[in-house]
């Protein structure tokens, strides 16, 4: 007895088009400098990868059957979840490193005010002539 399909042939339709709109929206969102390349990339390639399964369903059958799990849901569910924490992690990294930018420059940018201040009240302080 063959396995049935896990999708049926519009459901697979549907999901690669679906797919393939977010795709192009991600493209479009890194020409347009809204969203950079680097953090486009975990997008990118989930897109892709998923654009896979919709096509060849068949690869999440044996995965899941690699990964002893019985219902090929799960294992798909299980890949978003992996997928949806490391999509968390990297945006947590990127905005640690862009508070701690942040922070530096705020620093620096009140030691440069600080110092023109001390210029300015220099100049009051001598005489003209």
């Not at 795709?23 to 896979?52: K, M």
């Amino acid at each position: 007895m063959t396995p049935e399909p896990i999708l049926a042939p519009r459901l697979q339709v549907f999901a690669a088009g679906v797919l393939l709109v977010l795709f192009g929206a991600v493209v479009r969102l890194v020409r347009r400098h809204q969203l950079s390349l680097r953090d486009s990339l975990l997008w990118l390639l989930s897109t892709g990868a998923g654009l896979v399964v919709a096509i060849f369903p068949g690869l999440l059958i044996r995965f899941s059957e690699l990964l002893g799990i019985q219902v090929p849901s799960n294992a798909l569910f299980a890949l978003a979840f992996v997928y949806l924490l490391g999509n968390l992690l990297a945006a947590n990294l990127s905005i640690s490193a862009s508070a701690t930018r942040v922070r530096r420059l705020t620093q620096e940018c009140a030691l440069l005010r600080a110092e023109l201040e001390e210029l300015r009240s220099g100049r009051k302080d001598q005489p003209q002539g």
